[in-house]
């Protein structure tokens, strides 16, 4: 199983872009997935997860401004942001909890993508 993150780019303040993390292999149940970032020099923080029952959780740095969503039939998780922060500047990360077709279980991380908040 891979996850494989895009979207990610240069933005002024106050633009907005929209994160991809498409799930590849033998995929039989994805559970909960989530999107870390790390800003440099920082720990890595959870930025929004969302489980199989459609309950998300967005952490209160983001809250109202990005939304998590996520097309099982496509196994790909997406993170809408909007009214982009310089603070929201990191590598932005996919996690996933899989269970594949012989009933193991992965944790997977994605390869990141930079989001840059500048003017």
């Known amino acids: 199983v891979q996850l494989r993150a895009s979207g990610g780019g240069l933005v002024e303040p106050g633009g907005s872009l929209r994160l991809s993390c498409t799930a590849s292999?033998?995929?039989?149940?994805?559970?909960?997935m989530t999107w870390y970032r790390q800003a440099p020099g920082k720990e890595r923080e959870l930025v929004a997860d969302m489980h199989t029952s459609a309950t998300t959780g967005v952490a209160d740095s983001v809250k109202g401004r990005f939304t998590i969503s996520r097309d099982d039939d496509r196994n790909i998780l997406y993170l809408q942001m909007s009214d982009l922060k310089p603070e929201d500047t990191a590598v932005y990360y996919c996690?996933?909890?899989?269970?594949?077709?012989?009933?193991?279980?992965?944790?997977?991380w994605g390869q990141g993508t930079q989001v840059t908040v500048s003017s």
């Open positions: 292999g033998s995929i039989w149940i994805m559970n909960t």
């Open positions: 996690y996933a909890d899989v269970v594949d077709y012989s009933g193991y279980r992965h944790n997977t």
